[in-house]
T-cell receptor, first 116, second 115 residues
């Protein structure tokens, strides 16, 4: 069965410092991986995706993510955090195999709090 | 803004009533999805349409739930005989067809509160 784990409920970081939000996945075959951000009372905004190719994926708002197949991880990173990055972040996976479903499986989310 | 549009944004109703939500996807997207999100959780998949065909349904979608996309454009999600446990944010998303690696773009959701 496909699953996603986000081991940290909350990540605290000071403005200007680098940030990492962790994600590990379990899926049959090669995964399609996604990161989304959610602000209060809003829907999810797409940040970036990994499909194939370079393990370092660059996305919106200066975010990037590193795909590591051996560790089955897809951690979200940003070199310098902004207060405005404070939000709820979700990792999601879609399995790629014969008769693949189109649904995304989401983690439980990580609340990022950036202190000024 | 031509993003995914959901109406209403909030719905408060008494237990046992029927409710219907509407989703207008991004115009060129032929795939449409419904998810449910409860407090402190990630979205959970409910159902998926490609054009007007409903191709996948979650076991979460009990017989009180029905979704339609009659002309392959907007979609409706109806909940009959609402229960307390139906209180949640209902999210709609859409994506381009053809390639299964296209990201899903979400609306701002309809928050349902059952009294």
């Amino acid at each position: 069965a496909q699953s996603v784990a986000q081991p940290e409920d909350q990540v605290n970081v000071a403005e200007g410092n680098p940030l990492t939000v962790k994600c590990t996945y379990s899926v049959s075959g090669n995964p399609y991986l996604f990161w989304y951000v959610q602000y209060p009372n809003r829907g999810l905004q797409f940040l970036l995706k990994y499909i194939t190719g370079d393990n370092l994926v660059k996305g919106s708002y200066g975010f990037e993510a590193e795909f590591n197949k051996s560790q089955t991880s897809f951690h979200l990173k940003k070199p310098s955090a902004l207060v405005s990055d404070s939000a709820l972040y979700f990792c999601a996976v879609r399995g790629v195999y014969g008769g693949a479903t189109n649904k995304l499986i989401f983690g439980t989310g990580t609340l990022l709090a950036v202190q000024p | 803004d031509t993003g995914v549009s959901q109406n209403p944004r909030h719905k408060i109703t008494k237990r046992g009533q029927n409710v219907t939500f509407r989703c207008d996807p991004i115009s060129e997207h032929n795939r449409l999805y419904w998810y449910r999100q409860t407090l402190g959780q990630g979205p959970e998949f409910l159902t998926y349409f490609q054009n007007e065909a409903q191709l996948e349904k979650s076991r979460l979608l009990s017989d009180r739930f029905s979704a339609e996309r009659p002309k392959g454009s907007f979609s409706t999600l109806e909940i009959q005989r609402t229960e307390q446990g139906d209180s949640a944010m209902y999210l709609c998303a859409s994506s381009l067809g053809g390639q299964n690696n296209q990201p899903q773009h979400f609306g701002d959701g309809t928050r349902l509160s059952i009294l």
